[in-house]
């Protein structure tokens, strides 16, 4: 292990103080990526899979609740506006299904198909899909 001077003051200087004393360490085919960057293809890809809760699961289960491919899509798009919209636990509407969804965790928390009356609490949102 190669031990550094401790006289840096900041990342960039540590980093180009240990490949100035690595001269093997080859860069070139690399291409560097900001903090910035990695951050918002993680978030990507957080944004991609929507999980559903072992409550929600359950709901579903016993309820009777089996959504198609694209009402599964709807459901996502439904999360996305949500997002967009600053919405961190929303109501989202597939048909007449409903779904409250912990936007900023991307998971289905709970799901309700029935048409008895429902009363929903702490959500700061709806999306109607």
Do not use: C, W
């Amino acid at each position: 292990m190669q031990r550094l001077q401790k006289n840096y003051t900041s990342i960039d200087s540590m980093r180009g103080q240990l490949l100035q004393n690595n001269p093997q360490a080859d860069n070139s085919q690399k291409p560097e990526l900001s903090f910035q960057d990695i951050l918002s293809s993680k978030k990507e890809q957080a944004v991609d899979n929507l999980k559903f809760s072992k409550h929600a699961n359950e709901r579903m289960a016993t309820r009777n609740i089996n959504l198609s491919a694209e009402q599964i899509e709807r459901l996502e798009n439904g999360t996305t506006k949500a997002r967009e919209k600053g919405i961190r636990e929303s109501l989202i509407m597939v048909d007449d299904l409903a779904f409250i969804v912990n936007v900023k965790n991307n998971t289905v928390i709970t799901a309700v198909g029935d048409k008895t009356d429902s009363i929903f609490t702490n959500i700061d949102g709806a999306v109607i899909s």
